[in-house]
């Protein structure tokens, strides 16, 4: 059975960065795990890229035709489907999931860069 997850990463009040898969989103937790590692590795929270992020995604949620890794301004996503509006104008809210309306997510994980 598919499930979905978004899993966000936040400094202080602003979302910086946001992982929603469709699907397989059964390992959100441990995606997370890895992600504050090299978020934490890194010298500069702008030194991952949405490419860096979606590579290190794919392996643990998502497929590539579910898999969406989005900043404020930018997106990468490598599947087929036109993604819906809801995706760059929720962007802000952490815990909100764009492929539903009402928002809701199996697994939701907040990286908070400043704890």
Do not use: C, W
């Amino acid at each position: 059975m598919g499930t979905n997850a978004v899993v966000s990463v936040k400094k202080g009040n602003k979302t910086l960065i946001k992982v929603i898969a469709g699907m397989r989103g059964s390992d959100a937790g441990k995606f997370a795990q890895v992600l504050k590692r090299a978020y934490e590795a890194s010298e500069d929270v702008e030194d991952l890229t949405l490419y860096d992020i979606y590579e290190l995604a794919i392996r643990y949620i998502g497929h590539k035709e579910d898999l969406v890794v989005l900043s404020e301004h930018d997106v990468y996503y490598e599947g087929d489907r036109v993604l819906h509006r809801r995706f760059q104008d929720t962007f802000h809210k952490a815990v909100f999931n764009p492929y539903h309306p009402e928002g809701t997510a199996d697994h939701i994980v907040v990286i908070d860069l400043d704890s």
